[in-house]
């Protein structure tokens, strides 16, 4: 999630292509990159002209990932977690 923002509906229903809608965070803050619904690595947020991207800046081992009941181990992050680190 690059960020956060309120507006009523009615000023979303009036946007159209190319609107641009506001949001709470700024170039310079830090974003967590999730896999499965899983935060695996943290990064800072790159703007270049026109585009927007993440750089990958630090890797969340899984002793600091705080899993949800139900969540099982092998969900599929673990390889991406480690096609990462070797990308790194």
């Known amino acids: 999630m690059l960020g956060r923002t309120r507006?009523?509906?009615h000023m979303?229903?009036?946007?159209g292509r190319g609107?641009?809608?506001?949001?709470d965070s700024t170039d310079s803050d830090m974003v967590e990159i999730l896999a499965n619904n899983h935060p695996i690595a943290r990064g800072?947020?790159?703007v270049t002209g026109n585009r927007i991207s993440v750089e990958v800046t630090e890797l969340i081992r899984k002793a600091e990932v705080v899993?949800?009941?139900?969540?099982r181990i092998?969900?599929?992050s673990a390889g991406l977690l480690n096609a990462l680190s070797d990308a790194l």
Request: glycine residues 14%; aromatic residues 0%.
């Open 7 to 9: 507006m009523p509906i």
């Open 19 to 23: 609107a641009v809608i506001e949001l």
């Open 44 to 46: 800072q947020i790159v």
């Open 74 to 76: 092998g969900d599929g």
């Open 67 to 71: 899993r949800e009941p139900g969540v």
């Open 12 to 15: 979303l229903l009036r946007m």
